[in-house]
């Protein structure tokens, strides 16, 4: 549907979408994907006859995907705190965004959540965000005497819109799918 072009660009422009790919991937799903896809018997939540129409034009396959890769990627925080549970770090609320790492083999694909600040203070920082001197907050924290630091990772969306978009073609709106069980 051409009229998500413009959505997505303006969901990337207001920093919904994060990153130009995910949002260049949704403009291309939404022209190479205009309608609902049609595998009986996939998707497996199908709309009421009724409404039909309306979800059709008012809800777009390309934003199924995306509503469906969001619930996806709110499965992250759980999917950490089981883990962390299981490695008996249950600092909160860390626990739902990072996981303990050795700083020796520090990962490359994750951000610091730990710093010691220029006054010396060792600080906490839930959502880390680019730049900054990874390797002079690495030194900083083994000088401190510290091994081990919280880590969150760097999932880019794209790995939760591919699974959207399997559950958009297979399972369908996930959303719409637990509005029914509730309401």
């Known amino acids: ?35 609902y896809p049609d595998m009986a018997p996939f998707p497996l939540i199908t709309l009421d006859p ?3 129409t309306f979800w059709r034009i008012t809800f777009p396959f390309s934003l199924v995907v ?30 739902l965004l990072g996981y303990r790492a050795r700083l020796d083999s520090f990962p490359p694909h994750a951000w610091l959540m730990e710093k010691i600040n220029a006054r010396g203070e060792h600080v906490l920082v839930l959502f880390p965000k680019r730049g900054g001197n990874r390797t002079q907050d690495l030194e900083r924290l083994r000088a401190e005497g510290i091994d081990r630091a919280w880590a969150t990772p760097q999932v880019p969306f794209m790995v939760p819109l591919l699974g959207g978009l399997f559950l958009a073609f297979f399972i369908g709106n996930v959303l719409l799918g637990f509005l029914r069980l509730v309401g």
């Open 1 to 35: 549907m051409p009229v998500m072009v413009v959505v997505y660009q303006a969901f990337y422009r207001a920093r919904i979408l994060h990153g130009g790919a995910d949002a260049k991937a949704l403009i291309a799903l939404g022209l190479l994907v205009p309608t």
């Open 50 to 52: 009724r409404v039909e």
């Open 66 to 95: 995306w509503v469906d890769a969001a619930v996806l990627f709110l499965a992250v925080p759980l999917g950490l705190l089981l883990w962390n549970a299981a490695r008996g770090d249950l600092a909160f609320p860390q626990a």
